[in-house]
């Protein structure tokens, strides 16, 4: 159980286009979800936390205009790329929060891989 | 504030060597932590996480942790090390007193087991 998936896996698009990616907790309902950004060979940048039905909640220096976050049910989250650029090529992991033995616990998805050309 | 350490970039580790990766980590009161394997182009997958209780942990493939309020540590171990188990180790902390429920992930550790 608690398995999250994300689509596409991996996504090339041109300058100045926007790109959507989505998340889907599979076998269980999350009120919460987070987005993440990985640059190689260093660790999670939260972006993002996402909760259902309401405005997503952005980290400092994320701008939110450019990284649009919709949850609009239990199970789906996206983060749209608008205008993406060069420099927003990066992997792009979701997670979902389930709460299980007592505590939330974070199940991520297997990540996008984007490349802005 | 809450905070987590990986002090390695890089742990090797011969095949059917135990293995240990190293965390450490600072919190305002109890923590709750977590630790995470990530596959390469692939998410991270949870392996076990410290609620309370024993001190032991046990978790997915094997691996176990142990949690040491004292020395606030929460090293991952394994007694036997596949190459298989070659991926970057993510540990997490959140602080049971702070008000974020968002747990603060460590940069990382890239585990090489060679055959």
């Known amino acids: 159980g608690a398995v999250v998936s994300q689509h596409p896996s991996r996504v090339i698009c041109k300058s100045g286009t926007s790109v959507k990616i989505e998340c889907r907790s599979l076998d269980f309902q999350a009120t919460t979800m987070f987005w993440y950004r990985q640059f190689p060979k260093q660790s999670l940048m939260l972006m993002a936390t996402?909760?259902?039905?309401?405005?997503?909640?952005?980290e400092q220096g994320v701008e939110k205009d450019k990284f649009l976050i919709n949850h609009a049910s239990l199970t789906l989250s996206t983060l749209t790329v608008t205008s993406a650029h060069p420099e927003d090529s990066s992997f792009y992991i979701c997670?979902?929060?389930?709460?299980?033995?007592?505590?939330?616990?974070?199940?991520f998805g297997p990540g996008t891989r984007l490349t802005v050309l | 504030a809450q905070s987590v350490a990986q002090p390695e970039d890089q742990v090797n580790v011969a095949e059917g060597n135990p293995l240990t990766v190293k965390c450490t980590y600072s919190v305002s009161g109890n923590p709750y932590l977590f630790w995470y394997v990530q596959y390469p182009n692939r998410g991270l997958q949870f392996l076990l996480k410290y609620i309370t209780g024993d001190n032991l942990v046990k978790g997915s493939y094997g691996f176990e942790a142990e949690f040491n309020k004292s020395q606030t540590s929460f090293h991952l171990k394994k007694p036997s090390a596949l190459v298989s188990d070659s991926a970057l180790y993510f540990c997490?902390?959140?602080?049971?007193?702070?008000?974020?429920?968002?747990?603060?992930f460590g940069r990382g550790t890239s585990l090489i087991v060679h055959p």
């Open positions: 996402s909760n259902e039905g309401s405005k997503a909640t952005y």
């Open positions: 997490a902390v959140r602080d049971r007193a702070g008000g974020s429920y968002i747990p603060t």
């Open positions: 997670s979902a929060s389930l709460l299980r033995g007592g505590i939330d616990t974070q199940y």
